[in-house]
C-alpha cells in the first residue's frame, strides 16, 4: 500500500507581518509554496510502535531500484565489525537481480542479527526469497520503506529515504531469535556506534560511506552528518548528507 501525504503552507501573511505600516512595497518578502510529500509502501498507520532510519540525499534517488542497496549496522556490542550479537538493516535490491522495480513498490527491507554464526533474516514473505547463508524468518507486519521529500517554489530542498521497523510485528517461526533482536533494537541509542552504507553497483559503480569504509561512530541526538560530495563513483545520487534515527510510538 503507497501512502501519499501531501502539505502545503503558503507564508504570504508571514511576511505582511513582518513589515510595517504602509507594506506592499518592493521590499516585501517573497510567498514561499512548500510541498512536503511523505510515501509509505506500507500501511503507516498500523504501526504503534517503531524504530526508524532516514538517510537524507543530496540528489534525488533514481526510480528504479537497479542494484541499489541501503545498509545500516549498528555495532552492539563495540567490536568494531559486524558479527555476533549485532543488527543490520538492508532495504534495496536483496537479491542482486539486473532488473528491479521502484523504492516505492518493490524494495527489500531485511532486519539481520548473527548468532554462534548463523545470520537470521526478518523479512516479508514476498519478493526473490534467497536461503543461501541465512535463516529466512517471515513477518507479514514487518513496516517498510518511507521516502520523504520537500519542495519549495518547485526546487526539491530536502529528501530522505528510509525505512520504519514494526516492533510488535509477529514472527512465523524463531520466537525467541525474534525477542533477541527486539530487545537489540530496544536498546540502540546515540552512543551505539553505527555504520552506513548507500550503494549503486550497476555498470558504474558507486557508494558513499558513513562515517567511512568500515568504520563505525556514534550518533549525535539520533543524528549523524555527512560531507557533501565525498562519494564514490560516477552516480551523485548516492551522497548522503544525514542519517537520522529515531525509536517512536502512538
Known amino acids: 500500500m503507497i501512502k501519499t501525504n501531501k502539505k502545503f503552507i503558503l507564508l504570504g501573511s508571514l511576511g505582511l507581518s513582518l513589515i510595517g505600516c504602509g507594506g506592499g512595497g518592493s521590499g516585501d518578502p517573497t510567498p514561499v509554496d512548500e510541498h512536503e510529500s511523505l510515501t509509505n509502501d506500507f500501511d503507516v498507520t498500523s504501526v504503534k510502535n517503531w524504530f526508524e532510519v532516514q538517510v537524507y540525499l543530496n540528489n534525488n534517488w533514481p526510480d528504479s531500484i537497479g542494484k541499489s542497496m541501503f545498509t ?16 543490520r538493516f538492508l532495504i534495496g535490491n536483496g537479491a542482486g537481480l539486473t532488473t528491479y522495480g521502484s523504492w516505492t513498490s518493490s524494495a527489500d527491507f531485511f532486519v539481520e542479527y548473527t548468532k554462534s554464526g548463523t545470520t537470521y533474516r526478518v523479512r516479508k514473505p514476498s519478493g526473490v526469497i534467497l536461503g543461501a547463508g541465512v ?39 524463531n520466537n525467541s531469535e525474534w525477542d533477541e533482536m527486539k530487545q537489540k533494537i530496544q536498546a540502540i541509542t546515540p552512543s551505539t556506534p553505527v555504520n552506513i552504507v548507500v550503494t549503486d553497483a550497476e555498470a558504474s559503480p558507486s557508494v558513499d560511506y558513513i562515517p567511512g569504509n568500515g568504520t563505525f561512530s556514534q550518533q ?30 502512538s
Open 72 to 87: 545500516v549496522t549498528f555495532d552492539i556490542n563495540n567490536s568494531g565489525s559486524y558479527d555476533d550479537g549485532d543488527i
Open 135 to 173: 535463516t529466512n524468518i517471515f513477518s507479514s507486519d514487518l513496516g517498510g520503506i518511507r521516502t520523504y521529500k520537500l519542495t519549495k517554489n518547485n526546487v526539491v530542498t530536502e529528501r530522505s529515504l528510509g525505512f520504519r521497523l514494526n516492533k510488535d510485528l509477529a514472527v512465523t517461526s
Open 220 to 249: 549525535t541526538g539520533g543524528s549523524l552528518t555527512d560531507p557533501t560530495n565525498d562519494y564514490v563513483g560516477t552516480q551523485n545520487w548516492v551522497d548522503v548528507t544525514k542519517v537520522q534515527f529515531s525509536h517512536g510510538s
